[in-house]
Structures are given as C-alpha cells and as structure tokens.
C-alpha cells in the first residue's frame, strides 16, 4: 500500500471525528498519483475510514465525464454519468460505491483534496455576503462558486471555473468555497492541508468569532408525558428512538416563530439528507396538554403540506427533537440540525441567512445519489420485531440481568441497565458500547425498592429515548435461613426488593405504556417478572425469597388483569438454578456456600455436595442456563395473546399440573 493511501485515512479521521469540520459522516478526501485516484466511498464516514472504505478508479476512464455526452434530460443524464463513474472503479467487486464528487476531486491538479463542510465556514458561505465576504477575506487566493445543483452540472461549473483560474494564475486554486455546500482544499501533502485550513479558520475568527459560552439547559420533566406520545405518532410500524437537545444557543431560536423561521429551511445538502426539508415548530408550551394539542393539530397539517412525518421538532422552552429508525440516526439527524442552527446564527452576523431556495431543495431531495445515502445511512440488522426498541433491565449489571441486558442489545434493542452496583453498571455499558453500534445501553442507577428511584428511572428512559417497550423486572436479593436464623430486617429487605420492586416497576412502566397504546391502541408493550422455581412451589429455609416470589406471581396475574385492555402483557419466567452465577457461584457469599453454612443440604460436606444435591433434583440433570431463559423471554415478547402466566424454565425440576 502507498504511504500516501495511510496519510489520506489519517488526515480523513483527523477532521472526520471533529464535528466542527464534518457531521454525520459528510465530506470527502481523496489522493492521486498519475493512473489512479482513491476516494472515499459514498456513505463512509471519515471518522471510520479505513482501506476497505476507498474506491480507486482509473483516471484515464474518468477523463470520459469531462468530454462525454449526456442527455438534456437531468434524471437521465444523472444516470449515464453514474454508468460512466462506475466504468472507471479499477475493483467493482469491493461494491463500493464513488462519492458522487469524484470527479471534482479529478479536475483538481493537487495529489490531495480534502472536502469538508465544517460549520465557520458555512456561517459565511451561507450568508448573502457569502462572495463579497471571502473575497474581502481572502481576496484572489480563493476560487468562490455560486451554488450550483450537484452532480454533473456542478462538475461542469467547477471544471469551467478552474480552467478560467488557470489561464489566469496559471496554477489551481489550493482553496475552493462552494456556496451554501462547503470547501475543498487541495496540496500535494497532508501538511499543507491542514496550514491551509487553519489558515482559513485563523482568518474567519478574525471576522467572525467563534460561537461561545454555550450552556446547556435542562430537561424539562414535563416532557415525560409528551415524548410517548410524539414517539408513536411520528413512527410507522416500528417505533422508532427520539433524542432531545437543548442549551441557550438554541433557546435563541425557539423563542417565538419570527426567531424560529430562520431555522425552518435547509442551508446545505446535508440538512435534506438526515432532517428532509421542513421541521415542525411549537410554541404553546406551557404544559404537556397545550404542546400535544399544538402538536395533534400541527401534524395532519404538516403531512398534508409536505407529504411526510417531521424528523424535527422544535418546542419552545424545551429544546430541539430528533426521531428516527434508530438511535444513533436520530443523533446524526440532531447533530445536522443543531449545525444549521450554527450556521444560521453566524450567517445572520454575515448580512443575513441564504436559504436554498424550493428549485435546489427539490433537486436534492429526489436526486438518487442522496436517496442512496440514505438507504445505507439505514440499519442494516437482522430486521428482527425488537430491533431498535427500548427496554429496560433491572437488576441488569451483573448475573442473569447482565446476560439478559447483552442478549436484548445484541438484538439491536435500546437498553437501560438499572443496578445499584454503578461501577459495575457502567464498565458493563462501555463494554457494550464499544463497537459502533446503531442502539445505545444506558447505565441508571437504580434501588428498584425505592419508588422515587424507579420512578425517576422510567423518566431517565424517556428523556434518553423517547418511550419505553419492554421492562424486566429481575433485580432480586436472597438471603437464605430458616425461623431461627431469620431476622425481621433481612425479611423485610428480601420483600422490598423481591416483592415490591416488582410492583414499583410496574406501577411507573405502565404509565408511559399506557401512553402509547392510546396512540395506538394495536401497540403491544411487556412487563416480565424474572420470579423463580420458588415462586411456583416452597422452598425449605428459603422462606422470604419464596414468600415474595409467591406474591410476585400473584402480582403477575392481577396486574395482567388491570393492564390488558392497554396492550400490556405482564407475565412471570421462572428459571431454575444458575449455577454459573454469582448468585450461586459467589466464593463467599453465594447460596452454594450459604446453603452449606445453614446445613440445607443434610450430609454435604463441601460445595461440590451441595451442587450435585440440586443438579440431582432436575430431570434434564443441570442448571438452568441463560439461552433457555431468553428462549422463554422472546417467546413472551413475541407472542400477542398470553398474559398472566408463571412460564416454567426448570428442566422439569417443577410441573404444573
């Protein structure tokens, strides 16, 4: 490989993973030698850029686009010069695809162009004064191109205005603005790339300093009784993940509908791709009753306008709303928004705010090559029922919740881990997190016997992802003992955890629940208690777990009762022995050892006696395992008419008749 291929990925994830030069995977980077040019494929962000995410062509067949002829017909010319790109891809089994700007980075003599669309530059490039202020900036330096539709026509306008530079400086232009679109700037080395850039930055400081003192702004609590509802009502089949942002550059915006509409309308291709072309507004919100009546009122209005579901809402006095397939779309899709309200602050300093006007906003929104950064800016899963749903484990940082946690986020579901163990909690979630992922696992601590604490964990989910659809209840503590070794506290402890955690995990779930079903009254949610082969039959020396299990189960049934006209199914797993848990498995505090100590097991000797005594009581001979418990958790999930049932998992230590 060519040291310059590993300078390109170098300086591509240099400017790629700062969100002042490139957001949501935008930009483009390339190098050249005589025969061949490597770019970035379409869709790769730079961040991640590796070798993998290069398309080389062939110079010489790209030569074709400059002097080929192509239809009047823009939809079918766009189409033959997509075949003449793909002609020139020296490896089409890599099925990568060109970045549609291939060609602008071939008529640029430098061996690297790096295109960015970072936000300081923007603020000029989309003002009315965007010409006049470069050119006072720069002066003849800089090659200005008044914003032209991209794809062929804005080759064609780019390949005119280079050659009439040459002829007359007799060398290319190092620094390129396009209008309302972004720079590109090119060098023969990666180091006079970045001195030209922040030359570039240096200047614009000077005229235009940089956005400061940006504090952000609290949650506001009563939107735990809008999101659910504004979730539903902008998803389709699939519930999708909303994410919120506030802090006091956007609380500039969402003050009244003068401030407001110099946010409502794209500055730059990038804004159509992830948040479409119009973005709805609210200003009645006083409380959570007038901003869903605003909103109910707005949207079939608003879908009738503009033929969509909004990506973006905008609330006075709480913030700006994304909603998308998935959670980390609908980051990209707040990060955008977030940059053309940037933008739009500095462009306002620069003699007003240059909208793309409805013409070039149609041309990019129906233009195939962004409708194919958004398909693959799609998830791209298993397509499986629970992907990109939200639920909630509690008990979730260790043990069977920790296996249970990982098997859901394995599944593409958004995950709260709720433990009270918040060391172990959150290296659990950064452990999760590590891969680039579509979902998110969230860490909140969490005491499922407090009721505050559950109740401000439900509020948590919805502030971070806009609803809730399943929650498992499987926090639980077991101290083992007979009468005699029993003390009222540690019974009283075992049933606030055991028993009521259960119920105050339901009780605040079933709220936002609730919600959505009345939304959607087809919309199925869960409520699954992780109870036990104690909770079905007793269980010798073990009387306060079993007694609040039994309650537990008794629970189950009489809350699937109460919430079954809600779509709500409540119902029980009851595993047997995990042996390979710290519940059992704890060298010093595991039930094989307190069971030892409590003389449970008449003649043991040993942990191993112990162990062997209940493996021999299953008919399967061994303990339960995770596999078998989310076996019975998906079914639960997927199915749609049970409800109200203790489900045994206990290789057939336990029978109902």
């Not at 559950?454 to 499987?474: A, H, M, Q, Y």
């Amino acid at each position: 490989m060519k040291p310059e291929i590993n300078e390109l990925i170098e300086i591509s994830k240099y400017y790629g993973s700062n969100k002042e030069y490139v957001i949501a995977g935008g930009g483009n980077t390339s190098f050249k030698d005589d025969e061949t040019i490597w770019i970035k494929a379409s869709g790769q962000a730079l961040a991640d850029l590796n070798l993998d995410g290069l398309v080389a062509l062939s110079r010489q067949m790209l030569h074709k686009i400059s002097s080929g002829i192509y239809s009047d017909s823009a939809v079918t010319r766009e189409d033959q010069v997509k075949e003449d790109l793909f002609r020139s891809i020296l490896d089409p089994g890599k099925n990568r695809r060109p970045s549609v700007e291939t060609s602008l980075h071939e008529i640029i003599k430098y061996k690297f162009v790096v295109h960015l669309h970072p936000t300081l530059i923007n603020g000029i490039l989309c003002s009315r004064n965007a010409k006049n202020l470069t050119q006072k900036l720069f002066g003849d330096s800089v090659l200005f191109v008044p914003y032209t539709d991209p794809g062929y026509t804005l080759f064609k306008k780019l390949e005119s205005e280079i050659i009439s530079y040459r002829e007359k400086f007799s060398h290319d232009p190092q620094i390129i603005f396009l209008e309302n679109h972004g720079s590109f700037v090119g060098a023969d080395t990666t180091e006079e790339i970045k001195k030209l850039y922040e030359g570039i930055f240096q200047k614009i400081e000077e005229q235009l300093p940089p956005i400061s003192d940006v504090t952000p702004l609290t949650y506001n609590p009563i939107l735990h009784k809008v999101l659910p509802t504004i979730r539903i009502l902008l998803s389709g089949e699939q519930p999708g993940v909303i994410r919120f942002r506030n802090n006091s550059l956007i609380a500039r915006f969402y003050q009244n509908q003068q401030e407001f509409h110099k946010i409502s309308l794209p500055l730059t291709p990038d804004i159509i791709v992830y948040c479409k072309t119009r973005y709805l507004y609210i200003e009645q919100s006083s409380t959570a009753v007038k901003i869903l009546d605003s909103f109910r009122y707005q949207l079939p209005h608003f879908i009738s306008q503009y033929g969509y579901l909004p990506k973006v809402v905008i609330i006075k006095d709480m913030g700006i709303f994304a909603i998308a397939e998935t959670f980390a779309n609908a980051e990209a899709c707040l990060d955008v928004y977030e940059d053309l309200i940037k933008i739009s602050y500095y462009a306002s300093l620069c003699g007003g705010i240059k909208f793309l006007n409805p013409e070039e906003v149609a041309f990019i929104d129906q233009w195939e090559v962004e409708n194919y950064r958004r398909k693959i800016a799609q998830p791209t899963g298993s397509g499986n029922k629970l992907s990109n749903k939200i639920a909630i484990v509690t008990g979730g940082a260790q043990g069977f919740g920790a296996g249970i946690a990982e098997s859901l986020f394995a599944l593409n579901m958004n995950v709260i881990i709720a433990d009270l163990n918040e060391v172990t909690g959150k290296s659990f979630v950064n452990l999760l997190s590590s891969g680039k992922r579509q979902n998110k696992a969230v860490f909140v601590r969490t005491d499922v016997s407090d009721a505050e604490s559950v109740k401000e964990l439900i509020i948590t989910t919805v502030r971070e992802f806009g609803g809730l659809d399943i929650i498992i209840s499987n926090a639980g503590i077991l101290k083992a003992g007979g009468l005699e070794e029993m003390d009222a506290e540690t019974f009283s402890k075992t049933t606030e955890v055991n028993y009521n955690g259960y119920f105050h995990c339901a009780k605040y779930a079933s709220e936002v629940m609730k919600v959505q079903n009345q939304e959607k009254p087809g919309y199925f949610t869960d409520i699954i208690q992780i109870n036990s082969k104690s909770g079905l039959r007793g269980s010798n020396r073990n009387f306060a777990y079993a007694g609040a299990k039994f309650g537990g189960i008794g629970l189950t049934q009489s809350f699937a009762l109460e919430l079954a006209p809600f779509r709500i199914k409540v119902n029980s797993i009851c595993p047997g022995n995990f042996y390979e848990g710290p519940l059992w498995s704890d060298p010093t505090k595991g039930l094989f050892v307190q069971y030892l100590n409590t003389g449970k097991v008449p003649g043991a000797k040993s942990i191993e006696d112990v162990r062997k005594h209940y493996e021999d009581m299953v008919p399967m001979k061994r303990g339960c395992k995770l596999e078998d418990v989310m076996k019975a958790l998906l079914y639960l999930v997927d199915q749609e008419y049970e409800t109200g049932q203790a489900l045994p998992v206990t290789g057939g230590q336990v029978m109902l008749g």
